[in-house]
């Protein structure tokens, strides 16, 4: 019987992993133009790989770059298996709770750059105390989708666009933590001067982090997300 169980858990635990896919640019669906699609939906795990950049091989870059105006809003997309937008089912499944949050990085080239440069957040839901607060419910309440606003005083240029969920329903001990992440290669125009400094990938996360080695079965229960503030231009 105890084995029986496993196998259910272990089942639906895989079905509810997810990977971010599609971009929208304002009201504009650019499905999967500009996305690094990863090789499967399963999560990173290390947050001293190189993995933790982009995911399983997203150092390497595709042809595809979205145009987005300084100023105008981005949308990630996050769902569990490749191609299903559908509303009706979740973004990311199961109990898999955790924040959702989204970088920026400038590079030279977007088709080229391999997440080793500098990295600054632009967009987080963590958890606000209350019952469906959690950023992947919250994500999981609009359909998958993620919005922000690329700050008017960005420069303009190149940059990778990073999306990320970290599920923490195991994260109580070290390794526990499940990373989701994404990158989308996107240029933008008509912007300012701004320049924001940022951390590293890897090295932005420790594994002790209190924001990924957590219970957050525990009450009460406070948290902060992983990595720097939110720049907001």
């Not at 997810?18 to 990863?38: F, H, I, N, Y």
């Not at 955790?98 to 632009?122: E, N, Q």
């Not at 599920?167 to 125009?189: D, E, K, P, R, W």
């Amino acid at each position: 019987m105890k084995s029986f169980v496993a196998f259910l858990t272990a089942i639906s635990t895989v079905a509810a992993h997810a990977t971010w896919q599609e971009l929208w640019v304002g009201s504009t669906d650019q499905a999967g133009k500009c996305v690094r699609t990863v090789p499967s939906n399963n999560p990173v795990t290390s947050v001293s790989s190189t993995d933790i950049r982009c995911n399983v091989g997203g150092t390497k870059g595709v042809s595809g770059v979205c145009d987005v105006a300084a100023g105008e809003t981005l949308t990630v997309e996050m769902h569990q298996q490749p191609g299903d937008r559908s509303c009706s089912n979740p973004a990311i499944g199961g109990n898999h709770y955790g924040p959702v949050m989204i970088y920026m990085s400038k590079v030279a080239d977007a088709t080229t750059a391999d997440g080793s440069s500098s990295w600054f957040k632009v967009a987080q839901d963590t958890y606000a105390g209350t019952t469906a607060s959690w950023g992947t419910e919250i994500l999981n309440s609009n359909c998958g989708k993620r919005t922000f606003t690329v700050p008017k005083s960005l420069a303009s240029g190149n940059y990778l666009v990073r999306a990320e969920a970290i599920a923490l329903h195991t994260a109580s001990s070290t390794g526990g933590a499940q990373f989701y992440m994404s990158c989308f290669q996107i240029n933008v125009t008509g912007g300012g001067s701004a320049t924001p400094s940022g951390v590293s990938f890897p090295g932005a996360y420790k594994a002790s982090d209190p924001g990924i080695l957590i219970n957050i079965y525990q009450t009460p229960i406070t948290y902060k997300a992983p990595g720097p503030a939110v720049w907001t231009g």
